[in-house]
């Protein structure tokens, strides 16, 4: 029966081309007969295998490198002319793909560096040294010339400020490691504290010292995250010179800071800077990120105890302590918080049967520096996509469903662009949006790496065996995947990338993909088109692959008759993660049977789902038992619809905009995927407190799980109670 659309799609396009006519008039007759034969003989709908191993096999990594290259000349941080200049690339770009791109434009709050200045004293009675705080020029450096145009080493919505005191060291930042110091007696209160990077999110370690009650942050990077100390760095080796800094953003939350929840639009309701800091996702304590230079020093100066083993620095370091003191830091930061203009780049291409139906296909533009890695790996990729889907138009191809491809600006700020434009299209995402797929960066290494929303999974594995491994051709990129991966696919509850509004504010089924290894000059001046030529991607092989994939994916959801979903992939995981829950919670004055139970009717509901669709595939159009297009179309929404069941209007307690009760961020480490985020949220409550109404509310959090799990196996079966 899938086949049946192939022939309308046929004699559409032949209508819609007038000049193709002739051409087709001459071949039908013996096309039809052809085509007939498929159709009694082949199982799957001919045209679009077709159409997809052409998608396949017109790749070209030269295009992916030139890409590359031209968006990375300058460095082209949200808000600037250089990345409006990108912006108007990826017009250009798209436009003679025969993709037209509309701007899509949003004011949102984005902040600057205007003045820094940091100095050290070993004590108070010695003289202060300031740092100069400056990324270094390397050797042969082909961008040397715009390198004043890379912006000062800042965070992103960093509070200005002047602050000073002693230096306590404390690790990653972590809940823990704070806990740690608490407890050895050292005091953060009134001091700076100094943390590495590397494990938590940065907003989420300034945002722990602010509790701790310290004054400042200075976030740097460890030599032993970066390579360890031989002195091998970029431009002769992949890891960050010393004078390298990690750049980024301090805001946890997500979207325009001054419109939570709505759009930035014209002249719109806005909550003010205050507002926002009062409510603890931006910072009230000024920060500054340094080098491992720079943060080498600033730790010999520091006294006290010795810091525990599992804190101390790599081969060659010295003797890490705790403080506070006797180094003493002196901070100012000023920068500047303004509205500014953004550009989402939006480019249709319209489905031939089901319009109203939404494959997204996503990738942020903008970047901290010259951003050959982060993102425009990425964008490269995408281009790529566009490019190989125009030639698949040029051959009368046409997708079923919709396919969006949006280019989003202000990623780095924390998801700005993407954020805005979900807020503003909610309600028709909501009803539309089949899936969305992220490339973030596409590549920083070999390596193969997905995570998705579980009823994408076998998608997403099958389309990897269609895939050449980019580093040895006698293999599928999933047979190195299934070898260097475990688990295979993670979960998308982490913010890290512009998935987030769609998974956890809207409910749309997603995945986010790409090749990597560490990727040490992360968000600085270092991330260019040497460093990516040199060692992330010398042959663009992987660049290639990561759009063969992106494309494939997006492919098979804009053109199979059924949707590709299985929700027993999701029963699974849900089972797993409640046998995870209840045995962290074994003794504990808490219930999991409403959510088992739920559970089990979802599983129910899915296996259920899997065989009507068998049923239908089974109907031809040929046979007696005719398929029946509405029925195609309602199984379908009940598979699109099911995953926006996990969506809850209330959201997390505390961090409303996460309404998806099934994936959201830790709450302490917004990089950090986790599962059932409102019941762990309130385990760390009563971690805390251990009284009975906490343990109550626990109680709540597991039965509001079980309830949106309940109506998503409604949606699925497509039953009213
Ligand atoms: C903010 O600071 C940046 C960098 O110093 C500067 O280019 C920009 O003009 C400033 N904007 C405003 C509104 O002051
Ligand atoms: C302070 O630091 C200076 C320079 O390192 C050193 O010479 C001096 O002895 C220190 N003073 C105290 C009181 O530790
Ligand atoms: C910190 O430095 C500023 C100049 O940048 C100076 O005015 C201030 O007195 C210093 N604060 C302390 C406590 O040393
Ligand atoms: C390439 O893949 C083949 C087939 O999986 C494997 O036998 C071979 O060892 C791989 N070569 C390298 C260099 O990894
Ligand atoms: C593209 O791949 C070919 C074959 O591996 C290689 O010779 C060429 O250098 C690559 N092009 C770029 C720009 O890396
Ligand atoms: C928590 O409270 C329960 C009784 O409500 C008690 O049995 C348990 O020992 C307490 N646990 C801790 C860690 O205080």
């Not at 990561?546 to 299985?566: H, M, R, T």
């Not at 199984?635 to 809850?648: G, P, S, Y």
Request: glycine fraction near 8%; include cysteine.
């Amino acid at each position: 029966m899938k086949s049946q659309f192939a022939v309308l799609r046929l004699q559409k396009s032949v209508r819609s081309h007038p000049n193709l006519a002739a051409r087709y008039t001459a071949a039908a007759t013996a096309t039809a007969v052809l085509v007939l034969l498929f159709l009694l003989l082949a199982p799957s709908n001919p045209s679009i295998s077709t159409h997809h191993s052409l998608f396949l096999s017109v790749s070209s990594n030269e295009t992916a490198a030139r890409h590359l290259q031209a968006l990375t000349r300058r460095p082209h941080v949200a808000g600037s002319e250089a990345n409006a200049a990108v912006a108007s690339y990826l017009i250009d770009i798209l436009s003679s793909a025969s993709i037209p791109a509309r701007i899509v434009p949003y004011d949102v709050l984005l902040s600057y560096p205007v003045h820094r200045s940091l100095s050290l004293s070993p004590n108070l009675s010695a003289p202060a040294v300031a740092f100069d705080l400056v990324q270094e020029i390397y050797p042969d450096d082909p961008f040397a010339d715009v390198a004043a145009e890379v912006l000062p080493s800042f965070h992103g919505y960093a509070r200005s400020g002047t602050a000073a005191g002693h230096v306590v060291y404390a690790n990653y930042g972590r809940v823990e490691d704070f806990a740690m110091l608490k407890a050895s007696g050292v005091e953060v209160a009134g001091n700076v504290v100094l943390a590495r990077y590397g494990i938590v999110y940065r907003g989420d370690i300034v945002r722990n010292a602010q509790i701790a009650g310290a004054v400042a942050a200075i976030l740097y990077t460890d030599a032993k995250d970066n390579g360890g100390r031989s002195g091998e760095c970029f431009p002769d080796a992949r890891w960050m010179p010393p004078s390298g800094v990690q750049v980024g953003s301090v805001y946890r939350g997500v979207g325009d800071p001054t419109t939570p929840g709505w759009a930035s639009v014209g002249e719109c309701e806005r909550v003010s800077v205050d507002e926002v800091v009062a409510s603890g996702v931006m910072p009230a304590i000024p920060s500054l990120p340094v080098s491992s230079r720079d943060g080498d020093a600033i730790l010999r100066t520091i006294g006290g105890q010795v810091a525990p083993e599992d804190w101390q620095g790599g081969e060659g370091a010295p003797v890490y302590r705790l403080g506070p003191g006797p180094g003493f830091l002196n901070l100012t930061y000023l920068g500047n918080e303004t509205i500014t203009t953004i550009q989402n780049l939006i480019a249709v291409i319209e489905g031939d049967e089901e319009p109203d139906r939404y494959v997204l296909v996503g990738n942020h533009y903008d970047a901290w520096t010259f951003g050959a890695v982060d993102p425009n790996s990425g964008t490269a990729a995408f281009l790529e996509v566009a490019e190989r889907l125009a030639k698949l138009q040029k051959g009368g191809w046409r997708p079923r469903r919709t396919i969006i491809l949006c280019s989003w600006d202000a990623e780095e700020y924390h998801l700005i662009g993407s954020a805005e434009w979900v807020e503003d299209n909610r309600e028709m995402l909501a009803s539309r949006a089949v899936a969305y797929l992220n490339m973030d960066y596409a590549v920083s290494g070999r390596g193969f790496h997905a995570s998705s929303t579980p009823q994408l999974d076998t998608l997403l594995m099958e389309a990897a065996k269609m895939v050449q491994d980019p580093d040895n051709s006698s293999q599928s990129l999933y047979e190195q995947w299934i070898n260097t991966d475990s688990p295979l696919i993670r979960r998308l509850g982490g913010s890290g990338s512009d998935y987030a509004a769609f998974v956890q504010h809207v409910g749309v089924p997603s995945v986010d993909m790409r090749f990597s290894r560490d990727y040490p000059v992360y968000h600085s001046m270092y991330d260019d088109f040497v460093w990516m030529q040199k060692f992330g991607d010398p042959l663009f092989h992987r660049h290639v692959a990561g759009a063969s994939i992106l494309g494939l994916v997006a492919l098979k959801l804009a053109d199979e008759e059924f949707l590709p979903f299985d929700y027993k992939s999701y029963a699974d995981e849900l089972q797993q993660l409640t046998e995870v829950f209840k045995s962290k919670m074994r003794g504990k004055p808490v219930n999991f049977a409403p959510l088992l139970k739920s559970i089990k009717k979802f599983s129910k509901a899915a296996s259920k789902v899997n065989s009507q669709r068998k049923e239908l595939e089974g109907k031809s159009f040929l046979s007696k038992w005719k398929k029946n297009p509405n029925e195609v179309r309602e199984l379908n929404d009940r598979l699109m619809m099911t995953e926006r069941a996990f969506i809850d209007r209330e959201g997390l307690s505390e961090r409303p905009w996460f309404k998806h009760l099934i994936y959201g961020p830790s709450k302490h480490n917004a990089y950090m995927s986790g599962a059932f985020p409102s019941i762990d949220d309130a385990i760390q409550r009563v971690t805390i407190s251990n009284a009975s109404e906490a343990w109550g509310l626990v109680q709540h959090e597991i039965w509001r799980v079980a309830r949106v799990i309940t109506q998503a196996s409604h949606v699925l079966g497509g039953r009213l109670t």
